[in-house]
């Protein structure tokens, strides 16, 4: 049994030496992965697609800190993504601040939101407080969309950055969103070892026996959320100035529910599992929008398109995948992808018993 000896033991980042030894490798391979995906394009990856997908792991660790770990709900985490990128744009375009003041600072306007947003979570619960939340996404859009400021309906262009003197592209943004979501990721991953992260748990498991315990209903709740639309007001940032091009019609409720599906499917309560599922989500969406392309599959799904439905119906393949894969994962694996590593684990530690 691991029996923990002092306080030091529950804090430590690295358990073991295997742990530290695994994670050191593990790390050096995302630092070559680039270089190896530009020249063998492996399982059809670019480096912008990587950077999309370490994008949406931030986001899903933020969602997750608030529905797995403080058992709230959100539909309308989009808002806060577009927050995050407009203003992240702004900051930069208007006034001129390097990338690395404004995103904190778009991401503390974010966290201001969902403090505001947090403040009906304590009156409302289960799908009253998701149609909350779902109209907050839809104001925010909406409010972006009319104003001129953010560019209107028109949107706005992510202005250049430049390393030393050259534009940044791709790959070097890669490692600028890979640093800032390792740092995410171990951020989020010590907030459970705090009092504060405790005292989401606490909520999670039982709002009235935290209340009981002591635990500030009013201040946690609201504090739940403004960290998870922080981490989303800097996925939003980065986000912008990958794509380059921003416009308020991207930000849509599918965003929302997609991002809601990639926490769902890595597993509830689990940074490790949030990453798996915002990989495998974001990976599946944009390789099914070319479906066409997809060996044997492919070929097969457009000619039953072409012969029972319309071909504008074969984009819609991504979202009947996530609805199939939703549905399989809630009713074998309601831990998700989490949950199959768990079962994992526990077959080689009890093997061959």
């Not at 797995?68 to 959100?74: A, D, L, N, W």
């Amino acid at each position: 049994m691991d029996i923990k000896r002092s306080y030091y033991d529950d804090i430590e980042l690295f358990k073991s030496r295997t742990i530290l030894v695994c994670s050191l490798l593990f790390f050096a391979f995302l630092i070559f992965l680039p270089l190896i995906v530009a020249k063998t394009h492996i399982l059809g990856l670019s480096v912008y697609l990587l950077n999309l997908i370490i994008i949406h792991c931030i986001v899903a660790i933020g969602l997750n800190i608030l529905v797995g770990f403080t058992g709230q709900i959100s539909m309308g985490h989009a808002g806060f993504f577009a927050i995050g990128a407009f203003t992240t744009v702004m900051f930069v375009a208007n006034l001129g601040f390097p990338l690395f003041i404004a995103l904190p600072l778009a991401a503390f306007i974010s966290a201001g939101f969902g403090f505001l947003l947090g403040l009906p979570s304590l009156r409302l619960e289960g799908p009253y407080l998701a149609i909350a939340t779902m109209g907050f996404g839809m104001a925010a859009t909406t409010v972006i969309k009319h104003t001129e400021f953010f560019g209107g309906r028109m949107g706005i262009q992510a202005p250049k950055l430049y390393f030393f003197g050259t534009p940044m592209k791709d790959l070097h943004f890669y490692y600028i969103i890979l640093g800032i979501g390792i740092l995410l990721t171990i951020g989020a991953l010590k907030l459970f070892k705090t009092k504060v992260g405790r005292a989401f748990i606490a909520i999670r498991d039982s709002d009235v026996a935290a209340e009981t315990m002591g635990v500030n209903l009013t201040y946690y709740k609201t504090l739940s959320f403004a960290v998870s639309a922080f981490y989303t007001g800097i996925a939003g940032g980065l986000y912008a100035f990958i794509l380059g091009f921003i416009n308020p019609e991207g930000f849509h409720l599918i965003m929302s529910i997609t991002f809601l599906v990639m926490v769902v499917i890595g597993g509830l309560g689990s940074i490790m599992g949030s990453i798996a599922g915002a990989t495998l989500m974001t990976y599946l969406d944009v390789k099914l929008q070319a479906i066409q392309d997809i060996p044997v599959m492919g070929a097969i799904l457009v000619d039953f398109s072409e012969k029972y439905m319309t071909m504008g119906g074969i984009s819609n393949v991504a979202i009947i995948a996530y609805g199939l894969i939703m549905i399989l994962i809630v009713i074998f694996e309601p831990l998700g992808i989490f949950g199959i590593w768990l079962r994992i684990k526990k077959y080689w530690k009890t093997y061959p018993f």
